[in-house]
């Protein structure tokens, strides 16, 4: 299915040449006596009509999966992608982790500094998230100031390690100017637990950094 929205344009494209070149050559084998320049015109339309709605398909899927105030991928997508993660992971014996990220004092940017300066935030988090992770993992907006990262054939050594080189990088850039900082929970995904119990999981251990703040917690810690 992802491949058909990212190569919709082209594939529907050459699908309106096919029929066109196929009524061409019927035309020519079969001598009908339709003109021969139609056929041509006909396959040419086809092909720009075909590559036009394969653009807009793939703009439409793009933007239903799409955070329109950072850019990042939506929870929508989020659970579409964890589930095929999870299965790719089961059949190959690799690992996933999950990390659930709330930002600690957000609401006092909007209340001082207006929505507009909230969502300047929120895009420069974005950023260090998008830079810190490996180009495997998955960064979403939770909703709100929370977000989501899936950490694909990562352990939870490994990401645990990128959770907290990225909550250094907002530590270092927002607390003392703006006092902002990161919560965050990180937990692997079991090959036969369910979505749920694993959203379940990792909110208890994002709830637990939340006490303190500017933390990161692993599903090892839920046991201290």
Known sequence: MRAFYNYAPLALAISG??????GYYLDMVLQISYERLLWAGIALLLCLAGFMTGGLIR?????SHTDPVTGLWNRRYFYRRLAEEKTCANRRKTAICVAMIDIDNFKTINDKYGHAAGDLVLLELAAIFKNTVRTTDIVTRWGGDEFAIIFSGASLREAYAVMEQIRYKVETKFYFSYGLAISAGVIPLEPDQAVQDLLL??????????????????QTDLLC
Not at 17 to 22: D, E, K, Q, R, S
Not at 59 to 63: E, F, G, M, P, V
Not at 206 to 215: E, M, T
């Open 17 to 22: 040449m096919l029929v066109g070149l196929a």
């Open 59 to 63: 703009r439409l899927d793009l933007t």
């Open 201 to 218: 999981t990792v909110d208890q251990a994002l709830y637990k950094a939340k006490v303190q703040k500017n933390l990161v917690i692993a």
